[in-house]
């Protein structure tokens, strides 16, 4: 199973509400990333877990908050959005969270905050 | 921050035909990767070059690397509709990927 799960495909939220974006993988990988895409951009990193561990934060603000229960599945919780954090958020995960290795990406989750 | 160039930002092409893209970029590297995006989706990718590699191969797609140039090029042969998509080169270092604009590939019947 070389499948990265996220869940849900759609969320429209407003300023003030709580959500949480859920992503999940099988294939025994222990680095799982969360990137923002904006529209006609490339993916920009905002964290990495390397074994169940906050390793990088890309100096993103706390109305994101990441969390990774177990080696499989990883949370971004989200809170008092703002307009301009609309976007594509995509989950992906590699064998380690160092270079050679490829990363994997799920399908993503398009956010859009009103 | 985004340290990737990609040139053409755009590239329309008919089938059957060669298109390269190429990707500069402005550190040191552990290795350079090409991932492909069909609109509005996921990711994937689709081949790495290491960066005491020069040339490397997959099927219809050749990677070239210069590190002293900082530069690397993805050529995909004999296209077809199915290869349009976004066109992204990534360096590794430092435990990150640090993605390139992008090429938009158009590849048409």
């Known amino acids: 199973d070389t499948e990265v799960t996220q869940t849900p495909k759609h969320l429209v939220m407003g300023m003030t509400n709580k959500k949480s974006l859920k992503c999940e993988q099988h294939m025994g990988h222990r680095a799982m990333y969360w990137y923002k895409q904006k529209a006609k951009k490339p993916p920009e990193l905002m964290f990495v877990y390397s074994y169940e561990k906050l390793s990088i934060n890309e100096s993103v603000p706390s109305r994101f908050s990441p969390e990774c229960p177990n080696s499989s599945l990883l949370n971004l919780h989200l809170h008092a959005l703002q307009p301009e954090d609309s976007a594509l958020y995509l989950c992906?995960?590699?064998?380690?969270?160092?270079?050679?290795?490829?990363?994997?990406f799920g399908p993503g989750t398009r956010l859009t905050v009103t | 921050s985004q340290q990737g160039e990609e040139d053409p930002q755009a590239l329309s092409i008919q089938e059957g035909e060669n298109a390269t893209m190429n990707c500069s970029y402005k550190t040191s590297i552990n290795n350079l990767q090409w991932y492909r995006q069909n609109s509005g989706r996921g990711l994937v990718h689709l081949i790495l070059i290491r960066s005491n590699e020069r040339e490397k191969h997959s099927g219809r797609l050749r990677v070239t690397l210069d590190t002293s140039k900082k530069s690397s090029s993805l050529l995909i042969t004999a296209s077809r509709a199915a290869d349009t998509a976004s066109y992204f080169c990534a360096t590794a270092a430092r435990g990150r990927l640090t993605f390139g604009e992008g090429t938009q590939l158009t590849v048409n019947p």
């Open positions: 992906a995960s590699s064998q380690a969270a160092l270079s050679p290795y490829e990363q994997y």
